[in-house]
């Protein structure tokens, strides 16, 4: 049943980032009511709009005509999954936000095993995938390295197997929302800010429709911010591999004044001196590519301009209008 214009302020946001997800929309607005008329208290459906250029926004439009419930950001162009994701947590207005994949892998019915968590008291509330179905071995190989990697290299302690989705209280939200950084890890930002977090478990379903929208090429794009965003160990494993090669020269100066002196041959002629000469430049270019993305990085936030940039918000009272404002 839809709501009214009048209706009370939500207790409860749903996010929902959406490219290209014409094939779902429809599905995951059936699903998210079904699971949401149980929870008793007023809600909203937050769909980010990331610059989709099939029917998703028209849909969007469908639905907020048929349940004003439905809130809709639409973005000037595509700003990223992370960048949605904020945009969601900006405009949302209820007391506590749940983010959720629009492909339906992240079970609806998971929001209120979210939720009871948060009544107990809990201020970050993650889901834990028990199992992944309908991945490849290498995705969930990759992905296991990955978080156990970056718990090992960063300072703070990422939960092993979770993702975007989970619950975070007004509170959290709030502290969230002061973090303006470009390149986003809300799953290491989600850590950071602290309070009080725990999981639930959930299996984790298959896509419901369409194609992925991380392939292997925007996976890694995603694990270099994950890990430039909390960690300086590729900036220190230059410095390592600096002294190490140099550790190195020293040694081979050595033998070598050893192994001339002893009248050996076995350093003489080009090919010796061009396989240490490619060695070492190439050390150097991966010094400077790492380098490289940090400055990037630096270059980003220096020009400080706006993280996204809003073509329309449909359905958000006028003083939601501009989240700056709130």
């Known amino acids: 049943m839809a709501a009214n214009q009048s209706s009370p302020r939500p207790v409860l946001s749903i996010i929902a980032p959406v490219y290209n997800e014409e094939a779902i929309l429809h599905e ?5 009511t079904e699971v949401m008329e149980t929870f008793g208290e007023p809600w909203e459906l937050v769909l980010v709009n990331d610059g989709s250029w099939d029917r998703s926004y028209d849909i969007m439009l469908e639905l907020h005509e048929q349940d004003p419930r439905v809130h809709i950001i639409n973005f000037s162009r595509n700003f990223g999954h992370q960048i949605a994701i904020t945009a969601g947590m900006d405009y949302a207005q209820g007391q506590a936000v749940v983010i959720i994949d629009a492909d339906l892998q992240d ?3 998971v929001i209120l095993d979210l939720v009871a968590k948060w009544r107990e008291g809990y201020e970050v509330v993650y889901a834990i995938r028990r199992e992944r179905k309908g991945e490849t071995w290498f995705k969930l190989w990759t992905a296991k390295m990955f978080y156990r990697l970056i718990n090992k290299i960063t300072g703070v302690n990422i939960p092993l197997d979770t993702g975007d989705f989970r619950l975070l209280d007004r509170k959290a939200v709030d502290a969230l929302r002061q973090i303006r950084e470009h390149h986003r890890f809300m799953r290491g930002l989600s850590v950071w800010i602290g309070f009080r977090q725990t999981g639930v478990m959930y299996v984790r379903e298959e896509r419901f429709a369409g194609e992925t929208k991380y392939p292997f090429r925007k996976m890694l794009r995603f694990a270099m911010d994950g890990i430039t965003s909390f960690s300086y160990l590729p900036l220190q494993l230059a410095t390592y591999m600096g002294f190490t090669i140099a550790g190195l020269s020293v040694l081979g100066i050595i033998m070598t004044i050893i192994l001339r002196l002893s009248g050996s041959h076995a350093f003489e002629g080009q090919a010796t001196t061009l396989v240490m000469v490619l060695f070492l430049g190439g050390i150097q270019l991966i ?19 706006p993280l996204y940039i809003v073509d329309e918000a449909v359905g958000f009272e006028r003083h939601h209008a501009d989240p700056t404002r709130r």
């Open 287 to 305: 010094s400077l590519g790492i380098i490289g993305e940090y400055l990037g990085r630096i270059y980003d936030e220096v020009k400080n301009r």
């Open 107 to 109: 079970p609806p019915q």
């Open 28 to 32: 995951l607005y059936r699903r998210i």
